[in-house]
């Protein structure tokens, strides 16, 4: 779970590098948390009596859902471009990169590079090898 509140607690923190490892996890907090209030929205989401066609239902839940999703959207752009552009610098890459969405997809896959890179000490360090490392 730390790793998944990592870019959290380094908010605004667009130096240094960030291991794959915090940025995935990072990702799987965001879309257990987008699936979730997606299935809150649906719970609420208006039906279709066959019979007579008319829409019955919904409103609040799904008001409720659309208010969460944007203050969770609201409140995650900035750690999730933060630890997209440290993973990059991780690479030794300028964090301009996240700007190239296919490149960008195939660099946060890559391994960073060993040892310290003009970002920063590697974050990974010989006694954390691991597989998501």
């Not at 719970?43 to 944007?70: C, E, K, R």
């Not at 997209?84 to 195939?106: F, K």
Request: net charge positive; charged share 15%; glycine share 12%.
């Amino acid at each position: 779970m730390e790793w998944m509140l990592m870019p959290y607690k380094r908010y605004f923190d667009f130096s240094g590098r960030s291991r794959r490892k915090e940025y995935w996890m990072f990702y799987l907090l965001v879309m257990i948390v987008y699936v979730v209030l997606s299935v809150l929205m649906a719970m609420g989401a208006p039906t279709v009596d066959p019979q007579t066609g008319q829409l019955s239902g919904g409103g609040a839940m799904m008001t409720l859902g659309s208010m969460l999703l944007g203050l969770f959207w609201l409140g995650t752009i900035i750690p999730s471009l933060a630890v997209a552009v440290r993973r990059m610098h991780d690479q030794d890459r300028s964090g301009w990169w996240i700007l190239c969405p296919i490149l960008n997809l195939v660099f946060l896959f890559i391994d960073g590079t060993r040892g310290p890179n003009r970002f920063g000490p590697d974050p990974k360090g010989a006694e954390n090898a691991g597989v998501f490392d």
